[in-house]
């Protein structure tokens, strides 16, 4: 009787382990998915830029605006001189 009990306690132990390692797996795979997806975009993006070089001048010029207004909001950081301007030389772009 007792190596009855032992048997039962050691497939329901193997059970609920079986269970917990493909709960495991799922979640390990749905992050892969997730994963690959992002991969996916940055490739995308990737591929946008670099046949767009109109649009990469538009994401500086829109990173441009952005730190100027920050630097409004939040005050000026490194970086960026007294006026809120970000640094001339980070990105090429001429102050005015």
């Not at 497939?11 to 390990?28: A, G, I, P, T, W």
């Not at 992050?31 to 538009?58: C, F, G, H, I």
């Amino acid at each position: 009787m007792s190596d009855d009990i032992s048997s039962v306690r050691l497939c329901e132990d193997f059970s609920r382990e079986s269970l917990h390692l493909n709960q495991h797996l799922e979640k390990m795979t749905e992050q892969m998915e997730n994963v690959s997806v992002k991969l996916s975009w940055m490739a995308y993006d990737m591929v946008v830029l670099r046949t767009s070089p109109d649009l990469a001048e538009s994401f500086k010029s829109l990173e441009n605006e952005f730190l100027k207004c920050k630097a409004v909001i939040c005050g000026p950081t490194d970086g960026q001189d007294q006026n809120g301007h970000p640094a001339a030389e980070e990105h090429n772009i001429p102050q005015k």
